[in-house]
């Protein structure tokens, strides 16, 4: 096993176990933890497997090895970041829902204080 | 026949009491059956306090919602309270009260649902700036390509909605710029529009929520949102 091999092996399974403890102590909910996951389970599997790169790039065409990885995070990068900005615009609706139900039931609460 | 006044109000504080009391004076004097509804829209200012002490419906929301969540705010009240028809002025000063009136013949008279007062066909009063005018003429022109309408003045604010209407927009309303999307979800629901000719005046507090920079983020916005609310409602339709 070479040294950069042992690095990157280190570091996901800490980042694997940084996750898991984000999800434990309820920071992080497990629903959004899914994709967070499957990316560090990829690249300690491939941190084992050091031929896995070159042999997936083979087989779907790609000259370059680290084009791969590229491509593949950017996408996933993207699909993340689709799925944050519907997140937020859930919440905002349902924000604005709660905003007006208070107001108007502050109003009823008041008018009834005042009879 | 109950009538709610919806005024929207963001940091309002020089204006609201003299919009308020306008309308209640044209109440009084019409012996109309109206009740204001003021909606301060988590104003940072001292608007709070003034409408408090107003002969009004106070209605503070906790959060910033924008002037679409705002009105809308006041769209359920209305609703939920058995309201017939709902006029909205905006907190400015810039609609009297005294216009009232054309708005609700339209509506009561002539059964339409939805009744937009408009400062362009007769060319009285407050014209407003050369840049909105030209934005207002993109909407026309917008609104005309997708529901085959003409509106010459689609984002005023000055309007009268009945209950029929009030339904719909209990559950949806734009919250940004929602006057001209607002017209597309009318029309798409097949509510009856008639605009009739009203007299605005200049601001007298408060800014437009439109600034100068931001009439290009504007005019992007609303397209969007004009082209997606039309996309959604046909869908839903499936026609």
Redesign the interface.
């Given at each position: 096993m070479e040294k950069i091999q042992i690095i990157t092996i280190g570091l996901s399974l800490l980042f694997l176990i940084f996750v898991v403890r984000l999800i434990i102590t309820g920071k992080l909910r497990e629903e959004y933890s899914i994709v967070w996951i499957i990316s560090t389970t990829i690249l300690v599997v491939f941190s084992f497997w050091r031929k896995g790169l070159d042999v997936v790039s083979h087989i779907m065409g790609i000259y370059s090895p680290p084009n791969l990885v590229f491509t593949v995070a950017i996408f996933m990068i993207f699909i993340y970041l689709l799925h944050l900005s519907l997140i937020v615009s859930k919440l905002q609706s349902q924000n604005k829902q709660m905003g007006q139900e208070f107001a108007l039931l502050k109003q009823k609460l008041e008018k009834n204080k005042d009879e | 026949m109950k009538i709610a006044v919806i005024v929207p109000a963001y940091n309002e504080e020089n204006a609201i009491a003299s919009v308020v009391s306008d309308i209640n004076n044209y109440a009084k004097s019409t012996a109309l059956n109206i009740t204001v509804i003021v909606?301060n829209d988590c104003s940072t200012d001292n608007t709070k306090n003034i409408i408090a002490k107003l002969k009004c419906?106070?209605?503070?929301?906790?959060?910033n919602?924008g002037i679409g969540?705002a009105v809308?705010?006041g769209y359920?009240?209305a609703y939920?309270n058995n309201f017939d028809y709902a006029i909205q002025i905006d907190g400015d000063g810039q609609h009297p009260a005294s216009e009232i009136s054309k708005l609700l013949a339209a509506a009561v008279h002539e059964g339409f649902d939805v009744v937009i007062g408009s400062r362009f066909i007769a060319k009285e009063g407050f014209q407003s700036s050369a840049i909105r005018r030209f934005g207002i003429q993109y909407f026309k022109w917008l609104n005309r390509f997708l529901v085959n309408i003409i509106i010459h003045d689609c984002t005023s604010g000055y309007r009268l909605i009945n209950r029929k209407a009030l339904k719909i927009v209990k559950n949806y309303y734009p919250?940004e710029y929602p006057e001209p999307e607002s017209i597309i979800v009318y029309s798409l629901n097949r509510l009856k529009i008639k605009e009739v000719p009203v007299i605005m005046k200049e601001r007298q507090g408060g800014v437009s929520s439109i600034g100068t920079f931001s009439s290009f983020y504007y005019m992007l916005k609303v397209t969007l949102a004009i082209l997606f609310t039309f996309l959604r409602i046909k869908f839903k339709k499936g026609n």
């Open positions: - | 909606v419906v106070a209605l503070n929301l906790p959060i919602l969540g809308q705010t359920k009240y939920e919250d």
